[in-house]
């Protein structure tokens, strides 16, 4: 079978209907095995239009016209429409059939059958129609032999290999899973596929046929996705891949893949929802840990049924927040999940977890030595913001990850160094971006981060206000601003040389800026305790802005 539902055309020329016209295959004798999909019987001149492709058409010759030019073109638009067989009855308007009708029937390749003898088309009809609807309720029950079959290996404690292996075996040939994007999650074969080659074989063999070949899937092959629950990418959590390796794929193989994808699509739907589940669990460990709900003697022992074993060395903190604006609904399983992957080439003990409602990412790495602090936390940050990409968790518009690196130390200090990570990673956010930030870098954002969020927003503002309010001012109505020259002075520590450099002014144009910026705050700029609180209102300044 070509298409689903529907029977062969030399089936239907065996059933009694047709077979008491006594039919007498005069054109396309070699086809067929073509599939007949309906039956139509008319008589007019355009009745190609009428039809979709797949039909057995029966007709008395009436429409077929009286010239050669004009039985050439009805064969050639019934073969262009795709028809399975056309069967003409011989009486009135033929005795045999034309010359010229059977000639462009054998040159376009669509079998032509004449019947001796007068039939009822109605019941030709009816009898092929009941064929059809039979050949398809079988198939209909193969393929719930398949479902039911894949259920009862899920019930009895079987998961994704173990349906695999049943599609493959009731296909005869290799099955793969693969996720959206073309990777390999699984790969089942049958022992007789397995003597023609291996199914990690075949599928290297697909691989390189892909990258040779632009887009489409190989010939012959069947593929179903298997849905994911969610809107646009994620409504497909993964790929069916059956493979014409042993032998052809029919129909039934397409119905029989369809029911393994809706039961895959639960099995993937629940493991998703395990993994989250994990992962928030080791979420909840690390943030008790932090808030002193676990003692340093009682979380080594908590921490090895998570599965994490450090050896000796120091436990490194490090937390990665998300930015405000995204929802705390994303797939966090897949976070968890692409994060660790990432870790996995850094070579140190881990512990991931999630804590979706706070957007963050709580984690401890075991180090061999403190002098590893830096490079780890390199390669971190990086697996870090490469598994907020793979999950999608990135928006347009949106901030970029905070990641914060605390103080490694033992267990004892493991529990202060976490909460001082989270707090520092949310005061961080708005900084000028980096890689990763060292937490013992940012306390005094820290510091003014926690007066905006406990209650003294108000005294901030207006401690912000004093100190360059009029720079604010004068920046909104004057040109050119000057906030960003004396960001960049106190940032070189008043060392006029480097500001000028880096802001690409002359000294005399510094120096005018500098003495501006110092009659508009009524201060002087080489007064420390005047820098200082310039240095605390800029840091201070965003949470007021």
């Known amino acids: 079978m070509e298409n689903q539902g529907g029977i062969t055309v030399r089936r239907a020329l065996e059933l009694p209907g047709l077979r008491g016209g006594l039919p007498e295959v005069v054109a396309g004798a070699d086809r067929l095995d073509r599939t007949v999909r309906w039956v139509h019987a008319g008589e007019v001149p355009n009745i190609a239009s009428l039809l979709k492709g797949g039909e057995l058409l029966l007709t008395t010759g009436l429409g077929l016209g009286t010239r050669p030019a004009e039985q050439r073109a009805f064969v050639r638009r019934l073969a262009d429409r795709g028809i399975a067989a056309l069967v003409v009855e011989l009486g009135p308007r033929f005795s045999r059939l034309p010359a010229t009708l059977v000639e462009t029937a054998r040159t376009a390749g669509l079998p032509l059958v004449q019947l001796h003898r007068e039939v009822p088309f109605v019941s030709v009809t009816e009898e092929v129609h009941t064929e059809i609807v039979n050949g398809h309720y079988a198939l209909l029950r193969q393929a719930e032999e398949v479902h039911r079959r894949c259920t009862e290996a899920l019930l009895g404690g079987g998961g994704v290999p173990q349906v695999l292996r049943i599609l493959a075996d009731f296909a005869a040939n290799p099955v793969f899973l693969e996720t959206a994007d073309g990777t390999l999650l699984y790969a089942a074969g049958t022992d007789a596929a397995a003597a023609c080659a291996d199914p990690l074989q075949v599928w290297e063999g697909l691989r390189g046929q892909r990258a040779a070949r632009e887009a489409g899937p190989p010939t012959g092959a069947v593929l179903v996705d298997v849905p994911g629950g ?180 033992g267990w004892a200090a493991a529990s202060a160094g976490l909460r001082h990570a989270a707090e520092t990673a949310a005061a961080a956010q708005g900084l000028p971006e980096r890689p990763w930030y060292d937490a013992r870098r940012l306390d005094i954002d820290l510091l003014l981060w926690r007066l905006h969020h406990h209650g003294e927003g108000t005294a901030l503002a207006a401690f912000v206000d004093r100190a360059i309010g009029p720079l604010t001012e004068h920046d909104r109505t004057s040109r050119p601003p000057l906030l960003p020259t004396l960001q960049t002075y106190l940032a070189h520590a008043g060392r006029k040389a480097e500001t000028a450099r880096e802001l690409h002014l002359n000294r005399q144009t510094l120096y005018n800026r500098l003495a501006r910026i110092g009659d508009l705050l009524g201060t002087d700029l080489d007064d420390p305790q005047t820098v200082l609180a310039l240095s605390l209102a800029l840091r201070a300044r965003r949470y007021t802005v």
């Open 230 to 409: 969610g809107p646009g990418a994620g409504s497909v959590r993964a790929r069916l891949v059956l493979l014409s390796v042993s032998g052809p794929l029919s129909p039934v193989h397409r119905m029989a893949a369809e029911r393994a994808a809706g039961i895959l699509a639960v099995v993937l739907m629940q493991a998703r929802q395990e993994e989250e589940l994990a992962a928030r669990g080791r979420g909840d460990f690390l943030t008790d840990l932090a808030e002193g709900r676990i003692t340093a003697e009682d979380a080594p022992a908590q921490a090895r049924v998570l599965g994490f074993r450090p050896g000796d060395g120091p436990l490194l903190p490090v937390v990665m927040r998300l930015a405000s604006e995204l929802s705390p609904s994303g797939n966090w399983a897949l976070l968890a999940r692409a994060v660790l992957e990432e870790l996995g080439s850094v070579g140190v003990p881990v512990l991931l977890g999630v804590r979706p409602v706070e957007g963050r990412v709580p984690l401890l790495l075991g180090l061999r030595a403190e002098s590893e602090r830096t490079a780890v936390a390199d390669r971190v940050a990086a697996a870090l913001r490469a598994g907020v990409e793979r999950a999608g968790l990135e928006r347009a518009g949106a901030h970029a990850p905070v990641v914060v690196v605390g103080v490694a130390g």
